[in-house]
């Protein structure tokens, strides 16, 4: 079974506008991390945003933020006043368990277009 | 911050060589190194997990006679593709991460090879 799933292969929004990259996860492992990463035509993986299981807060990073529903296993990422340098692969990944030597699971990624 | 580098960041050989990809972590030791695969428009897919001093774990399907992994020091882990062959044409790009130290336990990415074995 898919252990990250990101349902929208790609997503077009205007220049300056809101966009919401959907999230699910799946793991019965209390303990987990989640990360959003941006990956440009370069192919270098850029870090954006971490949200840990316990963490009471949805975090923020600048204009990225992250909408993490628990009990729905959903953590969205949310980029505010889109810009075309945003334009990219963003990749959801989760990494289950406390043990910083465990891997990351990355979902599928989804494709974004910003459009002037 | 943390960084990673990799070593070439591109190569083109023909069928039937071996080529020695090198991912270093420049300012901060790693305990724990991986390296994944990445075909076009795909996502990323682990290949296998190497700690300093350890022989690697190894994904399911993926050949450990193929893909040498060697992680000699806190700061180096070397991938070999032995005998490419043009299906062996990939994006490969290495991570490392460090028990006390990341942004939210943060893997730090090396900035990729890309593989064409002609």
């Known amino acids: 079974a898919q252990k990250i799933t990101q349902t929208q292969p790609g997503m077009f929004v205007q220049e300056k506008e809101a966009v919401t990259l959907d999230c699910t996860y799946d793991?019965?492992?209390?303990?987990?991390?989640l990360f959003w990463y941006k990956q440009p035509s370069s192919g270098e993986m850029i870090f954006l945003i971490y949200?840990?299981?316990?963490?009471?807060q949805n975090a923020t990073e600048g204009r990225y933020s992250l909408n993490f529903q628990k009990a729905r296993k959903s953590a969205n990422l949310v980029i505010s006043a889109s810009q075309l340098g945003d334009s990219a692969m963003y990749f959801c990944?989760?990494?289950?368990?406390?043990?910083?030597?465990?891997?990351?699971?990355f979902g599928p990624g989804t494709r974004l277009s910003v459009l002037p | 911050g943390a960084v990673v580098s990799q070593h070439p960041s591109r190569v083109i050989c023909k069928s039937g060589t071996s080529v020695k990809i090198e991912c270093r972590s420049l300012?901060?030791?790693?305990?724990?190194m991986f390296w994944y695969r990445q075909f076009p428009k795909q996502s990323l897919m682990l290949m296998a997990t190497?700690?300093?001093?350890?022989?690697?774990?190894?994904e399911q399907g993926v050949e450990k006679d193929k893909f040498l992994i060697n992680h000699a020091s806190l700061t180096l882990s070397t991938l070999t593709v032995t005998s490419a062959h043009p299906e062996d044409s990939s994006f490969y790009i290495c991570?490392?991460?460090?028990?006390?130290?990341?942004?939210?336990?943060?893997?730090?990415f090396g900035p990729g090879t890309r593989l064409t074995v002609l």
């Open positions: 991570s490392a991460s460090q028990t006390d130290r990341g942004r939210g336990n943060e893997q730090f």
């Open positions: 793991t019965s492992d209390p303990s987990y991390g």
């Open positions: 949200q840990g299981s316990y963490d009471q």
């Open positions: 990944a989760m990494r289950e368990g406390l043990n910083y030597g465990q891997n990351f699971v």
């Open positions: 300012d901060f030791q790693a305990t724990t």
């Open positions: 190497s700690n300093e001093g350890f022989k690697a774990t190894y």
